[in-house]
């Protein structure tokens, strides 16, 4: 399995930007799609954003269209969630999941669905004034 770190989140307020890095040793992420998940305390884990391994293909969930950005650099093995103007209902446990490429699943199929083959440990994002 791909092993995979979250870092960045944190505390900010209302308004504020933060940016969540998804990162691996070990395994080369660019053969990966990658997917940003968030769960809040009772509710279920929704896809945020997903980016192919080309990085030519995203999907963004209604809810963080035009404030949500996802990148990767291949060359640093990491990818990146920019999250800017955020609200409160942005907080949660912002989570990395990978879906080997040659799997062909389309970047929208994996966000909606929720598939990752492999998941990282979490990053909380708190949202509060």
């Known amino acids: 399995q791909v092993q995979l770190v979250e870092s960045g989140g944190g505390l900010v307020q209302p308004g504020g930007s933060l940016r969540l890095s998804c990162a691996s040793s070990g395994f080369d992420l660019s053969y990966y799609t990658i997917g940003w998940f968030r769960q809040a305390p009772g509710t279920e884990r929704e896809g945020v954003s997903c980016?192919?391994?080309?990085?030519?293909?995203?999907y963004y969930a209604d809810s963080v269209k035009d404030r949500f950005t996802i990148s990767r650099d291949n060359a640093k093995n990491t990818v990146y969630l920019q999250m800017n103007s955020l609200k409160p209902e942005d907080t949660a446990v912002y989570y990395c999941?990978?879906?080997?490429?040659?799997?062909?699943?389309?970047?929208?199929?994996?966000?909606?669905?929720?598939?990752?083959?492999?998941w990282g440990q979490g990053t909380q994002v708190t949202v509060s004034s």
């Open positions: 999941a990978a879906k080997g490429a040659w799997w062909s699943t389309p970047v929208q199929t994996m966000c909606v669905a929720r598939v990752g083959d492999s």
């Open positions: 980016i192919d391994d080309t990085g030519r293909s995203t």
